[in-house]
C-alpha cells in the first residue's frame, strides 16, 4: 500500500520542517527527540489509527490484500489493537520520556508479532499478497528498528547533552 510511504515522507519532512522552524538550538539530541517525536505521532500514531479503520470499516478489503479469507472477527481485534497504539502515538506529542519507550515496546511487539506471522504464512502457504509480504512485512520490521534505533540515540544523547559537541 503506497499509503504507507507517504506517511513515511510526512514524517521526515515534518521532522525536517520542525527543526527549521524551531528556535530550540539543534544538537544531535533536539535533532533524534524531533525525529522520533514525528515516527511516534505520524507513523505510529495516524498510521496505527489508519490501520485502525482498514481493519475494522474495510475488512474484506484488508484481508484480500493480506490474502487471508474475508469475514473473519479477527479483523476487529487487529483493528482495536491498531487503535490502541494510535492513541498511544498521538499522545507521545505530550508526553515524553518513559511514555515514549513504553509506547515503542508496546508497537514494536505488535510489528514484530505481525512480521513473524507473515513470514510463516508465506512459508507455510506461499502468500506473497502485498499485505502479507511486500510493504507489511518490510514496514513490520523496518520501524520498530527505526523507534528503537532513534530511542537509544535520544537517550544517550540525552545524557551527554552537557557535554560540548
Known amino acids: ?6 506517511f513515511l515522507a510526512v514524517t521526515i519532512l515534518g521532522a525536517l520542517i520542525h527543526l527549521f522552524l524551531s528556535k530550540t538550538p539543534k544538537t544531535k539530541n533536539r535533532i533524534f527527540e524531533v525525529f522520533l517525536l514525528w ?5 505510529v500514531g495516524i498510521g ?10 474495510m475488512s474484506d478489503m484488508i484481508a484480500a490484500m493480506i490474502g487471508w479469507p474475508a469475514g473473519n472477527p479477527f479483523q476487529l481485534e487487529v483493528g482495536a489493537a491498531n487503535l490502541s497504539y494510535g492513541i498511544l502515538g498521538l499522545l507521545c506529542w505530550k508526553f515524553r520520556d518513559n511514555f515514549w519507550t513504553a509506547s515503542i515496546i508496546a508497537i514494536s511487539v505488535f510489528y514484530l508479532g505481525a512480521a513473524i506471522i507473515h513470514i510463516v504464512n508465506l512459508i507455510q502457504v506461499g502468500n506473497i499478497s502485498p499485505g502479507n509480504a511486500g510493504y507489511a512485512l518490510f514496514m513490520d520490521i523496518i520501524i520498530p528498528i527505526i523507534l528503537f534505533a532513534l530511542l537509544i540515540a535520544y ?3 540525552m545524557n551527554t547533552k552537557n557535554i560540548p559537541e
Open 1 to 6: 500500500m503506497e499509503l504507507v510511504y507517504i
Open 48 to 57: 496505527s489509527i489508519w490501520a485502525f479503520i482498514g481493519h475494522v470499516f
Open 155 to 157: 537517550k544517550i544523547t
Open 39 to 43: 515516527f511516534l505521532v505520524i507513523m
